[in-house]
């Protein structure tokens, strides 16, 4: 019998990868990156600027499952963040260059992207998993920020 949803450690392999190489490409480390899946697959990069109008906090670049990518600055803990810029677009897996120039570009103040994100989209495990096998490595690693080891 086949199994519905993936196994949650492709799920993870995969989005950990495909964060990678965005993280790569905005020009963060490794150690600056958080993949979780969960009841909802998220993923975090703790960017090196600040943002001209909060500048004792840090800017952050999340995406999720349901909402893509989204740069926002980080505000005290009990607060919600501040978001800046929502990536546009239905592509919730969009090339990790062209992330890299939403950043670059909400960064340096032009309007990129949307205000706001849209509708959550309804993308089951299974087709996410599917597009993230591209960036899928022959060499496992440690997804970081999560305490599970990628399948050997």
Avoid at 2 to 14: A, C, N, Q, S
């Amino acid at each position: 019998m086949e199994h519905v949803e993936p196994d949650t450690r492709t799920l993870e392999r995969g989005l950990s990868e495909y964060v990678g190489a965005v993280a790569a490409a905005v020009g963060v480390p490794d150690e600056s990156m958080t993949v979780e899946i969960s009841d909802t697959a998220t993923a975090y990069l703790g960017l090196p600027g600040r943002w001209r109008d909060r500048p004792d906090h840090d800017v952050m670049l999340v995406w999720s499952e349901r909402r893509g990518w989204s740069l926002a600055v980080e505000t005290d803990p009990g607060d919600a963040p501040v978001l800046i810029a929502h990536y546009g677009g239905d592509d919730l897996v969009p090339p990790p260059g062209a992330v890299a120039r939403f950043v670059a570009g909400a960064v340096a103040g032009h309007h990129t992207g949307r205000e706001r994100p849209g509708p959550a989209t309804a993308l089951t495990r299974r087709s996410l998993t599917e597009r993230l096998k591209p960036y899928l490595r022959r060499s496992p690693r440690l997804c970081p920020g999560s305490s599970t080891r990628s399948a050997p």
